[in-house]
């Protein structure tokens, strides 16, 4: 998912007021702010003409992405000229006396408002990031906005009086804007490094250290976003990538995040990510500019319930695109595959109705993951059988879904895919009845992926580290939750203890020993045993064909990619 479920107007209360005319243009400039060579801060000067009425509702960021209290990131709102300016109703409300329609000048400065550097262990950072080489604002969690203006109010922006050797980098560089842009932007600035494509029109702004070079993530994020592109039907068009480092809590810590903001993706990674990971994420969520909202949208209300089919075809199709641009092998698919038909096979909620998923979507990792489970699968098995009938698959559908929208159908992308899968002969209602709203178990096919090779039903024992992993980590990593009759209290795992890290052993996979390097006491000691639960569960998993070469290998690719 795009990391947040984004709202237009969250956090900057932009409501429209009937009977009074919206700004004209706002215009928005950002200055760094040094002290000794250090960014202490980063200024913006907001120029706009006052409501007729002499009085203008200022709103401040308020919530956004999760995050909570973002006026704080706020200092030293004043009115320059034009306006005085008072308190509103709340932190976030300010209040301006002025002239009819006059024009008013306001000065503040963002700042950030937690301490040291961004940490893995807080999350993506959604919040400002003022560094003393280097800030990342995102628009939502910056901006200072008239509360009359709406998404359509024109907006100018720019940069001015960067330090000699910093590099800018921003999706707001160009003419046209509006309030929509700059709030769902992002702007960086400081030591970056820019690495840019001239024929895709993309840039990448990274800093830091990492595993792979400029120039090897640079070509990939371009081949994503090409990809993208051409399956969409989509011409050349600026697009931005920035990718910040996030600090490790604990050695071996890994994170990587991030978040779609519409010409642009914000990442977010501590320095052992690796290149793959990063690439997958950023297929999945920079389809997210097609899916869903260039194939019907989604419901002004409840969004979360038809989670399946944006977040679900969204994940089938981060498989389908990176097969066929080269960037994934079959192995590399069918091994992120497993790993999610794993999870869904151990899942404490897969048969969970979808009034779940509207209700805990934010309160339960299990549940979060259940609609991408489900969508990918039923994406899955209706492109195969798609494929089983003719020329067909289920590009074709989402294509029609796409045309359809464009063509300025109402519905919703959940309403306009019965009706495109029926377009080319597929009945799809049923199935989401049984499967996407009263949660029924999905089993695939053993030959759903042929001729890549068979899918395999086993019975096997569930995973469990032998602890209680979420009350561990509300504990500061000191175990909790330990089980007794459970291989991890067999080895010497207790109560107490510090965990440190996983030298070993995949999450998920009860057939591969585990071990947790952790400290008992003074002393740090090695626990390795096999994590296994009670009872059993039924898994799938693809097997690929042991001789998939040359033209077998084709079609194999073929089917994973699509025609």
Same mark, same amino acid.
């Given at each position: 998912?795009?990391?947040v479920?984004r709202?237009l107007?969250?956090?900057?209360?932009?409501?429209l007021?009937?009977?009074?005319?919206?700004?004209?243009?706002?215009?928005?400039?950002?200055?760094p702010?040094?002290?000794?060579?250090?960014l202490?801060?980063?200024?913006?000067?907001?120029?706009?003409?006052?409501?007729?009425?002499?009085?203008t509702?200022?709103?401040?960021?308020?919530s956004?992405?999760g995050?909570?209290?973002?006026w704080?990131?706020?200092?030293g709102?004043?009115?320059v000229?034009g306006?005085?300016?008072?308190a509103?109703?709340?932190?976030?409300?300010?209040?301006?006396?002025h002239?009819?329609?006059?024009?008013?000048?306001?000065?503040?400065?963002?700042?950030?408002?937690?301490?040291g550097?961004?940490?893995a262990?807080q999350g993506?950072?959604?919040?400002?990031v003022?560094?003393?080489?280097?800030?990342?604002?995102?628009?939502?969690?910056?901006?200072?906005?008239?509360?009359?203006?709406d998404?359509?109010?024109?907006?100018?922006?720019?940069?001015?009086d960067?330090p000699?050797?910093?590099?800018?980098?921003?999706?707001?560089?160009?003419?046209g804007?509006?309030?929509?842009?700059?709030?769902?932007?992002?702007?960086v600035?400081?030591d970056?490094?820019?690495?840019?494509?001239?024929?895709n029109?993309?840039?990448?702004?990274?800093?830091?250290?990492?595993?792979?070079?400029?120039?090897e993530?640079s070509?990939?994020v371009?081949?994503?976003i090409?990809?993208q592109?051409?399956?969409?039907?989509d011409?050349?068009?600026?697009?931005?990538?920035?990718?910040?480092?996030?600090?490790s809590?604990?050695?071996?810590?890994?994170?990587?995040?991030?978040?779609?903001l519409g010409?642009a993706?914000?990442?977010f990674?501590?320095?052992n990510?690796?290149?793959?990971p990063?690439a997958?994420?950023?297929?999945h969520?920079?389809?997210?500019?097609?899916?869903?909202?260039r194939?019907g949208?989604?419901?002004d209300e409840?969004?979360a319930?038809?989670?399946?089919?944006?977040?679900?075809?969204?994940?089938?199709y981060?498989?389908?695109?990176?097969?066929?641009?080269?960037?994934w092998?079959?192995?590399?698919?069918?091994?992120?595959?497993?790993?999610?038909?794993r999870?869904?096979?151990?899942s404490?909620v897969q048969t969970?109705?979808?009034?779940?998923?509207?209700?805990d979507?934010w309160?339960?990792?299990?549940v979060?993951?259940?609609?991408?489970?489900?969508?990918?699968?039923l994406?899955?098995?209706?492109?195969?059988?798609?494929?089983?009938?003719?020329e067909?698959d289920?590009?074709?559908?989402?294509?029609?879904?796409?045309?359809?929208a464009?063509?300025?159908?109402?519905?919703?992308a959940?309403?306009l895919?019965?009706?495109?899968?029926?377009?080319?002969?597929?009945?799809?209602s049923a199935?989401?009845?049984?499967?996407?709203?009263?949660?029924?178990?999905?089993?695939l096919?053993?030959?759903?992926?042929a001729?890549?090779?068979?899918?395999?039903?086993?019975q096997?024992?569930?995973f469990?580290?032998g602890?209680?992993i979420?009350?561990?980590?509300?504990?500061?990593?000191?175990?909790?939750?330990v089980?007794?009759?459970?291989?991890?209290?067999?080895?010497g795992?207790?109560?107490?203890?510090?965990? =440190?890290?996983?030298?070993?052993?995949? =999450?998920?996979?009860?057939?591969?020993e585990?071990?947790?390097v952790?400290?008992?006491?003074?002393?740090?000691?090695?626990?390795?045993y096999?994590?296994?639960?009670?009872?059993?569960?039924t898994?799938?998993r693809?097997?690929?064909?042991?001789a998939?070469q040359?033209?077998r290998?084709?079609?194999?690719?073929?089917v994973?990619?699509?025609?």
């Amino acid at each position: 998912m795009r990391g947040v479920v984004r709202m237009l107007a969250a956090g900057l209360a932009a409501v429209l007021c009937m009977g009074q005319t919206a700004p004209q243009r706002i215009e928005y400039t950002l200055t760094p702010v040094l002290s000794d060579g250090a960014l202490t801060a980063v200024q913006y000067d907001l120029r706009f003409r006052g409501d007729a009425d002499g009085e203008t509702l200022i709103s401040l960021p308020e919530s956004w992405g999760g995050q909570s209290e973002l006026w704080r990131s706020i200092d030293g709102l004043e009115a320059v000229s034009g306006a005085e300016l008072r308190a509103g109703e709340g932190p976030a409300r300010r209040m301006l006396s002025h002239r009819p329609n006059a024009r008013v000048h306001l000065r503040y400065r963002v700042v950030q408002d937690f301490e040291g550097a961004p940490d893995a262990q807080q999350g993506n950072a959604y919040r400002p990031v003022v560094q003393p080489t280097y800030f990342h604002l995102i628009g939502e969690a910056s901006l200072v906005t008239p509360s009359e203006a709406d998404h359509r109010t024109p907006v100018r922006w720019r940069a001015r009086d960067m330090p000699r050797g910093w590099a800018l980098a921003s999706d707001l560089e160009h003419a046209g804007l509006t309030l929509a842009d700059v709030w769902s932007s992002i702007s960086v600035g400081g030591d970056f490094r820019i690495v840019r494509d001239p024929q895709n029109q993309v840039r990448v702004a990274l800093r830091g250290a990492w595993s792979f070079t400029d120039a090897e993530f640079s070509a990939r994020v371009s081949e994503i976003i090409g990809g993208q592109r051409r399956f969409f039907g989509d011409g050349a068009s600026p697009y931005l990538v920035t990718v910040i480092q996030l600090t490790s809590p604990q050695e071996g810590w890994l994170s990587i995040g991030g978040t779609g903001l519409g010409d642009a993706f914000a990442f977010f990674a501590t320095p052992n990510a690796e290149a793959q990971p990063i690439a997958r994420t950023l297929a999945h969520e920079g389809l997210h500019s097609w899916i869903p909202a260039r194939i019907g949208g989604m419901p002004d209300e409840g969004e979360a319930a038809d989670y399946w089919l944006s977040e679900g075809f969204t994940d089938f199709y981060t498989g389908r695109v990176l097969v066929r641009e080269g960037l994934w092998t079959p192995a590399e698919f069918a091994a992120d595959l497993n790993q999610m038909l794993r999870a869904y096979a151990q899942s404490p909620v897969q048969t969970e109705p979808n009034s779940r998923i509207l209700a805990d979507f934010w309160n339960s990792q299990p549940v979060q993951q259940l609609p991408y489970q489900r969508g990918r699968l039923l994406a899955t098995i209706w492109d195969a059988r798609l494929r089983a009938a003719g020329e067909r698959d289920l590009d074709d559908v989402v294509l029609d879904m796409r045309d359809r929208a464009a063509g300025g159908a109402e519905q919703d992308a959940t309403a306009l895919l019965p009706l495109a899968a029926q377009h080319f002969g597929l009945d799809v209602s049923a199935e989401i009845a049984r499967f996407a709203q009263r949660g029924e178990a999905i089993l695939l096919a053993e030959d759903v992926f042929a001729p890549c090779g068979r899918v395999v039903t086993e019975q096997l024992t569930p995973f469990h580290r032998g602890f209680d992993i979420d009350a561990t980590a509300a504990n500061n990593n000191v175990i909790a939750g330990v089980d007794p009759t459970l291989p991890a209290y067999a080895a010497g795992v207790r109560d107490g203890m510090v965990l =440190i890290r996983r030298d070993a052993g995949e =999450i998920g996979d009860s057939s591969q020993e585990i071990a947790y390097v952790v400290r008992d006491g003074e002393t740090e000691r090695t626990f390795r045993y096999m994590p296994r639960g009670h009872g059993v569960f039924t898994q799938q998993r693809l097997v690929l064909e042991d001789a998939l070469q040359g033209e077998r290998l084709a079609q194999c690719a073929a089917v994973l990619g699509g025609h």
